[in-house]
């Protein structure tokens, strides 16, 4: 979001053309002279990219990207919750192929780590993406801390 100070009061808006579910860095180009800002952003589908934008200006333009290693064409991320046994709720991340049938009977890899109060946050897998997703898997990753 980009938050912007007028007449006293503040605005909260969406960046426009960043991914729904992603990892995402922000800094200033120069903090004292421009609106300038550069985004690197990386998702469990895409490889770690760099963009330059303005506030203001629109969608911020992706500069350069790592190589991608596997087509993501087919898959989505979803992001869902289910309920712990001492009944907290527990958000994931589930990537799969568009359309793949839920029935309990697919082959999933699922992963996590929440330890010291770090969760895992999406991420780019050449291996993940080649050796699983590329073949059918579906990838859960419990947000838990």
Request: proline fraction near 6%; hydrophobic fraction near 35%.
């Amino acid at each position: 979001y980009v938050l912007t100070h007028a007449d006293g009061t503040w605005r909260r808006e969406p960046l426009p053309g960043l991914p729904e579910f992603g990892t995402i860095s922000a800094s200033a180009v120069d903090e004292e002279e421009s609106d300038a800002y550069w985004l690197t952003i990386t998702d469990y589908l895409t490889p770690t990219s760099l963009w330059l934008g303005t506030i203001g200006k629109g969608a911020p333009e992706r500069l350069k990207s790592l190589p991608a290693f596997f087509d993501a064409s087919g898959l989505v991320v979803e992001q869902r919750e289910t309920k712990s046994a001492d009944g907290t709720q527990v958000p994931y991340f589930l990537v799969h192929a568009k359309g793949v049938e839920r029935n309990g009977e697919n082959p999933t890899l699922l992963y996590g780590y929440g330890g010291f109060e770090v969760s895992l946050t999406p991420s780019y897998s050449a291996t993940v993406g080649t050796a699983w997703l590329a073949r059918g898997g579906v990838y859960a990753v419990a947000n838990i801390r």
